[in-house]
C-alpha cells in the first residue's frame, strides 16, 4: 500500500517550495523460518536458547512500513538556479536481504526470541537528509 500527499507552492517572490509526504506499507516482504528451530533451555529473562539444522522455508510478510516527510526548494538569483531539500525517514523491515543466502540473511536479523521477529529499523534508511546546490 502507499499513500502520498504532496503541496506545490509557487510564491510571488519567485519561491518554489514542495512539500510531500509518502507512506508505503509493507505486502508482501521477504521472510524466512527455520523448519528445524528446537528450544533448547531458557535464559534467565525467559527467553528461549534455540539450535536448528538449518532448513530455511521462503514465505512473506506485511510488517514493514517506510514514512517519509520532504521539503524542496528552488529559487532563482539572477541567472543562478538555488536548490535545497531535506528528507525525515522513518523505516522498519525485518529481513534487509543483505546476503544472496537465505542463512545470512536470516542469521542477521534482529530477534528478542526464536522466530518471534518485529519489523525494526532498516540499515538502508537515512534518517535525516539534507542536500542543496546551484546550477
Known sequence: MEDSLGLDLLLDSGWDITL???LDQVREAVFFTDL???REGTLADGRGIYGGRGDYRL???????????????????????WFAGYTKMRANDIFELTSAQSESSYARSVRADGENIS??????MVEHKLITGLD
Open 20 to 22: 510531500e509526504y509518502n
Open 36 to 38: 528445524g528451530l528446537e
Open 59 to 81: 514465505t512473506n510478510t506485511d510488517e514493514g512500513t517506510t514514512e517519509a516527510w520532504t521539503i524542496t526548494t528552488t529559487k532563482q538569483f539572477g541567472e543562478i538556479d
Open 119 to 124: 519489523a525494526a529499523r532498516s540499515n538502508f
